[in-house]
């Protein structure tokens, strides 16, 4: 029972990007005597609102631990799902729910998959969300995850919509926690 949770667990390791461990704030008070610092894991804090911990093909997993399956529309404190299918979907109706919101968000991050950005499709995007007034950056998953933590951390009133990509990248990281994960699957606690 125990190497099918294991192995369980290195599947789900595969599949899933986390993005939470390059945010981290340092503590007001930095110096504590003897050399120590203290660090504050933002995805940990309530506080801070709705961040993004993973993404993979299938959805997103927020630092609350809730699961979105499919795409989402993230508020700082609200997820809704987003009714498009993919990049080619995103239109002035599917953006219409993002300029109908009062107050209005500084900026809104468009996260369109794994999908190669073309200045058409960004241009079309940006220039319906300049008629709202609204600042919106266009720009794939990963990089649309990490600009909505960072901004929504920074208590600015920022929007997100996000399409899961198709495809992952792998990076070493990633090779290295699986490596991690199958070794520990073998692993039995002492009694």
């Known amino acids: 029972m ?16 986390n993005i939470c461990t390059g945010l981290s704030r340092l503590s007001t008070a930095t110096y504590e005597g003897d050399g120590k610092t203290s660090v504050t894991i933002l995805n940990k804090e309530a ?27 993230l508020f700082p404190r609200t997820v809704l799902s987003w009714n498009v299918e993919s990049h080619e979907d995103i239109n002035e109706q599917s953006l219409s729910l993002f300029a109908a919101l009062e107050p209005k968000v500084d900026i809104l991050i468009v996260g369109i998959g794994d999908h190669p950005m073309t200045p058409a499709f960004s241009k079309k995007v940006i220039s319906f969300m300049a008629k709202h007034k609204i600042n919106v950056e266009v720009l794939n998953t990963e990089q649309a995850c990490a600009t909505f933590n960072f901004l929504n951390a920074e208590g600015r009133v920022v929007a997100a919509a996000l399409i899961p990509p198709v495809t992952m990248r792998i990076n070493e990281d990633d090779m290295m926690r699986r490596q991690i994960s199958k070794s520990k699957t073998f692993e039995v606690e002492d009694y």
Do not use: E
Request: glycine fraction near 10%.
């Open 2 to 17: 125990q190497s099918i949770l294991g192995l369980r667990s290195v599947l789900r390791s595969t599949s899933v990007r």
């Open 47 to 73: 506080d801070v609102g709705l961040l993004i911990n993973s993404y993979s093909q299938v959805g997103f997993r927020l630092s609350n631990d809730m699961v979105v399956l499919g795409p989402m529309a």
